[in-house]
């Protein structure tokens, strides 16, 4: 009996073990469940702490960015105020004026009540109502907007010229319009200022020119009055005397016309004489070969040589008369600012389209401030250098006329080791337009 009470016990326990083992057995699948989901709230904590992080970082960014376009804002808002240009900002689609500096509310004496809302053209300043419309149109469809020279009208009737410039842009999500205004009333003021000294220059200039031009033609009138006294004079002693009288009045009367010549052509309207050109074959080579030989006796007076080379035997299409006064200045031009026993070079390059001709001399050059004049009409760089030939300071301003209505154009340098090159460029083909 007793042996049998502990087979019972033994098979009890054993059961209780199997049981026990069971539940060890769900207990550690619990435990691994309980595992796996701490593990997986690690991560999700892990992953809510960076995100909390970012978020944290994003917000001090955000907060930065706004601080930063606070300031902004604020820098604009300062610039827009104290700006020493008018600012008007436009709705782009109705063109209603949202904004508008206090330069140009002084500017033109509206206040800014009277800007607001309203449509650009429906304030007073902008009188032409359709042309403002139509100028917001081109704007919408363009994008931008300028007037060199806009007139305005204040408040009070006067009347303000302006710079207009006008773009769009966006505004965040918004496209706006900004109009700058800026006040050119004195820089006119200036600009005219400046017109009427260069005219009072240019005709102080014309005046002493035309004293000049008087002088010099009171010597060969002289010379003229002289020969024809002597001829009175000596009719019944010398018969043949008047006849040499008259060959020395009619070169002087020749020295007149072209002085006369010179100043009907440098004083007449450009269209009036471009109409007098008569376009005929010149050849080029014997051109410059007779300007040579006319001004020799020039060059004799202080010993200068006059040389040319590589002067092409082309022919173009101009007028003789015109083209042969305009070498023979530069050449005379050459030897009047050239030194003694020096030499003045005349040469020639040709390329498909243009002929250019060169004169140059050994002389002083052209001065930093003589040159942008040298070729207006009554300039002279230096007075003690001017001769019979060319003394009224009309030699280059003709040179240079003749040149542009042969569709040419005229230029001078410096050369490094004295003296000066002046160029003529001519167009193979006549341009008669």
């Known amino acids: 009996m007793k042996k049998q009470q502990l087979v019972k016990i033994a098979k009890e326990k054993e059961d209780v073990r199997r049981k026990l083992a069971v539940v060890a057995r769900k207990l550690a699948v619990t435990a691994n469940k309980l595992a796996t989901i701490a593990k997986d709230k690690e991560n ?55 904004d508008v500096n206090p330069f140009l509310e002084k500017l033109l004496g509206y206040s800014k009540d009277e800007f607001l809302n309203r449509k650009l053209w429906e304030v007073g300043a902008f009188k032409n109502m359709k042309a403002s419309k139509d100028a917001f149109k081109v704007l919408q469809a363009q994008g931008h907007l300028r007037y060199e020279n806009l007139p305005l009208e204040t408040k009070d009737g006067q009347s303000v010229e302006v710079e207009f410039i ?97 100043l009907t052509l440098i004083t007449s309207r450009a269209g009036e004489l471009k109409n007098k050109i008569i376009f005929e074959k010149v050849n080029i080579k014997s051109l410059v070969a007779k300007v040579v030989e006319r001004c020799k006796t020039l060059a004799y007076k202080k010993n200068i040589s006059i040389t040319a080379r590589n002067i092409p035997n082309k022919v173009i299409l101009g007028d003789k008369v015109y083209l042969e006064k305009m070498i023979t200045n530069l050449v005379k031009n050459s030897i009047i600012y050239g030194n003694k026993n020096g030499h003045t070079k005349i040469f020639a390059k ?53 040149a542009e209505a042969h569709a040419g154009k005229v230029s001078f340098e410096n050369i490094k080791t004295g003296g000066s090159t002046f160029s003529v460029s001519l167009p193979l083909k006549a341009n008669k337009n």
């Open 166 to 262: 006008s773009n769009s842009y966006m505004a965040g999500d918004v496209l706006v319009i900004q109009c700058n205004i800026r006040d050119i009333t004195e820089r006119k003021r200036l600009e005219q200022i400046k017109e009427i000294k260069r005219l009072f220059e240019e005709e102080r200039l014309k005046v002493a020119s035309i004293a000049d031009a008087t002088h010099e033609l009171r010597t060969p009138i002289a010379i003229i009055k002289g020969n024809v006294d002597l001829a009175m004079l000596n009719k019944e002693k010398n018969p043949k005397f008047p006849r040499n009288a008259f060959l020395a009045i009619n070169y002087e009367i020749n020295h007149l016309s072209s002085i006369l010549s010179d």
């Open 44 to 98: 999700v904590r892990r992953k809510l702490a960076v995100t909390a992080g970012e978020l944290r970082l994003k917000a001090k960014q955000q907060n930065k960015i706004k601080i930063k376009l606070e300031e902004s804002e604020v820098r604009y808002r300062r610039l827009f105020e104290t700006a020493h240009d008018g600012i008007l900002i436009l709705n782009s689609e109705t063109g209603q004026i949202t």
């Open 350 to 402: 040709k390329t498909r389209e243009f002929i250019t001709i060169n004169v140059s001399d050994d002389g002083v050059g052209i001065s930093k401030e003589d040159a942008p004049h040298v070729f207006e009409r009554f300039y002279r760089a230096d007075k003690s250098h001017s001769s019979d030939g060319n003394s009224i300071g009309l030699g280059l301003s003709i040179v240079k006329w003749i």
